[in-house]
């Protein structure tokens, strides 16, 4: 079965870093393209960071640029989301997503909560 599993989240005071991690299984992880994606109490669900298979390719929403890095290893079909100076505004579900776009295969993972607060 296909599963996306994301950890790591949690409160944090603004200024700090976190590090998600999504572990997958049942699909062939190095031929997706791997996002993370945020949604924010009252707010649509938004892209944060994408990367393509092997790494060869990043990009970054204009909100966390310079802040986010986002990294993938494919010898253990994990996917990270690095984000320091976090700030109250990053408050939101994280979501892992792959995508296989000429499939049209997308799998999502379940999400893990990011509070940042004082």
């Known amino acids: 079965q296909v599963q996306l599993v994301e950890s790591g989240g949690g409160l944090v005071q603004p200024g700090g870093s976190l590090r998600l991690s999504c572990a997958a299984s049942g699909f062939t992880f190095s031929l997706y393209t791997m996002s993370w994606y945020r949604q924010a109490p009252g707010k649509e669900r938004e892209l944060v960071a994408s990367i393509t298979s092997f790494g060869g390719s990043t990009n970054y929403a204009d909100s966390v640029k310079g802040r986010c890095t986002i990294a993938r290893d494919n010898a253990k079909k994990t996917v990270y989301l690095q984000i320091n100076s976090l700030k109250p505004e990053d408050t939101a579900v994280y979501f892992c997503?792959?995508?296989?776009?000429?499939?049209?295969?997308?799998?999502w993972g379940q999400g893990t909560q990011v509070t940042v607060s004082s």
């Open positions: 997503n792959a995508l296989r776009r000429r499939y049209d295969a997308d799998h």
